[in-house]
């Protein structure tokens, strides 16, 4: 699951994807509107942090933009101004919340999460697969109620997969998530994280397509 960051100033555009890759989500980042609009709309990111103060094009002309060709992932607005007024400029242009600067990445990651769990249809921050349980606001994972210890980058994935469990996910598709276009890793290095979760919540909690891909099953409740 993958975060798109938009921001020119470098210092907070580089905290905030830090600070979403420790909560779980790989980040790109983008500091001018022109490469917001296209990045937005020819990927498909699980949620956007958006400036408005952008070069190029403005956030709130990438966000119309975005919205007008379909594009309907969630939309975090950032904004050195808290004005009322442009609040409601930016709901209105399509944005699903709001944060004003200078602000606590700790509520950043709150709303993050908050946007993601009802995009996704889940209304609690607690996910359940089968006999799994993941509880995205303590980052633990569970396996019939006993705490499982997995790493951030196995955590990121059981996650991914979890919000995936009506599919079969692609093992491209998987990697692109985890590490990013730029670093995109190899299908062994996804089989061998698969293979090290596997022994950790049980062999049938993922199954393998072969020629397909992954799919989270959480195996027998």
Known sequence: MRALVVEDDPDIGGDVAHTL????LGADRVADGNDAWFAGDTE????V???LGLPG??????????????????????????????????IEAGADDYLAKPFQMGELVTRVRALLRRT???????????????????RRLL?????????????????????QADRTVAVDEIAD?????????????????????RRKIGTDSIV???????RLTGGAA
């Not at 890759?21 to 779980?24: D, H, S, V």
């Not at 379909?70 to 050195?80: F, K, N």
């Open 120 to 138: 996704s249809g889940h209304a609690a921050p607690l996910l359940e697969v089968g006999r799994l349980k993941i509880d995205t606001t303590h």
């Open 21 to 24: 890759a420790e909560a779980g």
């Open 208 to 214: 393998t397509r072969r020629g397909f891909g992954y």
């Open 177 to 197: 998530h985890l590490y990013g276009a730029a670093d995109s890793g190899d299908a062994n290095a996804i089989e061998a994280l698969i293979m090290r979760l």
């Open 57 to 90: 094009l403005d956030g709130l002309t990438v966000l119309r933009r975005w919205r007008a060709a379909g594009r309907t992932m969630p939309v975090l607005i950032l904004s050195a101004r808290g004005d009322w007024t442009e609040k409601v400029e930016g």
């Open 44 to 47: 498909d990111y699980a949620i």
């Open 49 to 51: 942090v958006l400036d």
């Open 143 to 163: 396996v019939r109620d006993e705490e499982v210890r997995v790493s951030p980058l196995e955590f990121r994935l059981i996650h991914f997969l979890a919000h």
